[in-house]
């Protein structure tokens, strides 16, 4: 079983847009995993049944019970998050605040405040329209932990794919260099990156990159919108022959993938013959690469 990774640098180069079409192309021999927990959106394109939901724990967080506080203040002036204001004389745990380090539990004279693990989410494995299963999941608002959560979307997946025999594990990254791209891409075969000829794509493709090249993961590219500035779609193929990355495909600017995504179909779906020809093409060489 081969893990292949797809991120960016940063968002809005059409990376799940790219990722939802190979996982249509991989059909029954791919487990999809979407691990950009922090703004999931494959299920808008994969068209997600019968799911099996399970709660995500996660990092603690204070509470105090007012009964047993005698508002000495200790847990307050030891906080360095200032999590611990007084609100109507009686101190509160504010939760978007509290780190969870458990100082104020420790320094309470009266063992009024306790840590309790948090529910941060949810993971989900559910049948998609492609006649496979899909490892997603849904963080709470305002929650941290995200990494984890990718961490356990991703060996969840695995396993799935692992159990049932199958070919691929293909993920959609988060954009970026956070933890959750960190997690997404620990144990990958292959990394595929998704760019755009702009200022900014090219900076944040090679910000990305140096991430990648730590693990010492093989890469290949897409430039997506590959005819809207000619001489970025240049400086983009230098740094790929200077870094050895091979080039996978370039996709022309087209308005069909947003009428795609406004019907929940995929671009390969909606454009067989167009963009979804280069898709197909693509889907081949990075079977290969991986």
Request: charged letters at 25%; hydrophobic letters at 40%; a negative charge.
């Amino acid at each position: 079983m081969k893990e292949i990774v797809v991120i960016s640098g940063k968002g809005g180069t059409g990376k799940t847009s790219v990722t939802a079409s190979l996982a249509y192309l991989g059909g029954n021999d791919v487990i999809v995993a979407d691990c950009d927990v922090d703004a999931a959106d494959m299920h808008l394109l994969m068209k997600p049944i019968n799911e099996k939901r399970e709660a995500f724990f996660s990092g603690v967080l204070a509470k105090i019970a007012q009964g047993k506080c005698i508002k000495c203040g200790k847990c307050a002036e030891i906080c360095r998050w200032e999590a611990i204001p007084v609100i109507n004389a009686n101190y509160k745990i504010q939760p978007l605040d509290c780190e969870g380090c458990g100082y104020c539990a420790l320094v309470c004279p009266t063992q009024a405040i306790s840590m309790s693990e948090q529910n941060v989410g949810d993971w989900i494995i559910s049948d998609v329209k492609t006649d496979t299963q899909m490892v997603h999941a849904r963080l709470g608002i305002g929650a941290e932990n995200s990494g984890k959560l990718v961490a356990k979307v991703k060996n969840e997946a695995k396993a799935l794919a692992d159990k049932l025999g199958k070919d691929f594990v293909l993920v959609d990254g988060s954009p970026g260099i956070g933890c959750p791209v960190v997690s997404s891409l620990s144990g990958a075969n292959l990394v595929v990156l998704v760019t755009e000829p702009s200022v900014s794509g090219i900076h944040d493709v090679k910000r990305v990159y140096e991430l990648v090249k730590k693990f010492g993961i093989k890469a290949g590219c897409i430039i997506n919108k590959a005819d809207i500035n000619f001489d970025k779609v240049k400086e983009i193929h230098r740094f790929l022959e200077a870094e050895d990355i091979q080039l996978i495909a370039e996709i022309p600017y087209d308005e069909n993938f947003t009428k795609a995504m406004t019907m929940g179909k995929t671009i390969v779906e909606f454009d067989p013959d167009g963009i979804g020809e280069i898709l197909k093409n693509s889907w081949e060489i990075i079977k290969e690469l991986a």
